[in-house]
Structures are given as C-alpha cells and as structure tokens.
C-alpha cells in the first residue's frame, strides 16, 4: 500500500518550490491510482429508502463501482445514519461481479436513527477489472432509510 508524503509547513513569504508540487503530485496519484474507488455524499443530499422485501440495488449511482485490482484482497466499507420505521429487520448485501458475497447480512433492526459502518474483506479476485454493488431489502413492513444529512462514505479499496 502507498504512503503520503508530509508537505512540509510553508511560512509566509516562503516560496511553493518544484519539490513541493512533485509531493503534491505524488499524493494525488495515491488517490487516483487504480485499486482505489470513493465517494462521499454530502450532507442535504436526498436520502436512501426501501421497503421492498427483495433485495434490489441500492438507489445511488455511487452504490454500484467498477474497479481494476491486481489480485490482492479488497476492503468495501459504507458508513451512514439510518432510520427504519418499523422493528423490521433490515438486511445489506454486498455483490460482486453479479454474485453474493456475503448471502445478505441482517444489519439493523428497531425503528431508531443510528450510525451504520460495514467492512466487507473480498479476496480470491483474479486480476483485472471487477463490479461492486450495494443491495438491500427490508424484511417485513415498514420502510428503511439510509440518511444523508451527515453524509454517506463508500469506499473500495484493494489492499
């Protein structure tokens, strides 16, 4: 795995030298290198909801990511608020290339707003491109929400 470089502190009047911007340069080639995909969904944004009681996507374009790795383990984490209305049981499941990975994890129930965060491990990946998406459903009545008032983080990253 990569490791950023500390920019050294400029005081005022020093000058931003060539050396400065390779650093620079170099820790924003970390974060866009392949093997890495995020996305951050700001605070206001609509919220997430499902009542369906089979697993659908997840209705967000960032839920669904496509991503060059070279073999080695990767890391998907989601971290949000939810809410679901009901003592239903909520359930996540995290697929890849169009398969299970996990068989759906029940994840919440009771009807109070709490912070999610999921780690899913996936190895035995062969090299090369691969799809990653989040399904959920809701088991029983009622609906469940994934709230974006605090903002919602998605992140795959190869290890």
């Given at each position: 795995?990569?490791?950023?470089?500390t920019?050294?502190?400029?005081?005022?009047?020093?000058?931003?030298?060539?050396?400065?911007?390779?650093?620079?340069?170099?820790?924003?080639d970390?974060?866009?290198?392949?093997?890495?995909?995020?996305?951050?969904?700001?605070?206001?944004?609509?919220?997430?909801?499902?009542?369906?009681?089979?697993?659908?996507?997840?209705?967000?374009?960032?839920?669904?990511?496509?991503?060059?790795?070279?073999?080695?383990?990767?890391?998907?984490?989601?971290y949000?608020?939810?809410?679901?209305?009901?003592?239903?049981?909520?359930?996540?499941?995290?697929i890849?290339?169009?398969l299970?990975?996990?068989?759906?994890?029940?994840?919440?129930?009771?009807?109070?707003?709490?912070?999610?965060?999921?780690?899913?491990?996936?190895?035995?990946?062969?090299?090369?491109?691969?799809?990653?998406?989040?399904?959920?459903?809701?088991?029983?009545?009622?609906?469940?929400?994934?709230?974006?008032?605090?903002?919602?983080?998605?992140?795959?990253?190869?290890?």
């Open positions: 795995m990569s490791t950023y470089t920019i050294p502190t400029l005081a005022d009047g020093n000058l931003l030298t060539a050396a400065h911007m390779e650093i620079l340069k170099a820790d924003i970390i974060i866009r290198t392949p093997g890495r995909y995020y996305y951050l969904k700001g605070a206001g944004e609509a919220d997430l909801t499902e009542a369906s009681t089979t697993f659908n996507d997840i209705a967000a374009p960032f839920t669904v990511a496509d991503l060059d790795t070279s073999g080695n383990p990767v890391r998907v984490m989601l949000a608020g939810r809410h679901t209305t009901t003592a239903t049981l909520s359930e996540l499941d995290l890849v290339d169009g299970s990975v996990r068989g759906g994890t029940p994840v919440w129930r009771g009807a109070t707003n709490v912070p999610i965060m999921f780690t899913w491990i996936v190895d035995g990946l062969a090299a090369g491109p691969h799809d990653y998406n989040l399904q959920w459903r809701i088991n029983g009545a009622g609906t469940t929400t994934i709230y974006s008032a605090y903002g919602i983080w998605f992140e795959i990253r190869e290890e």
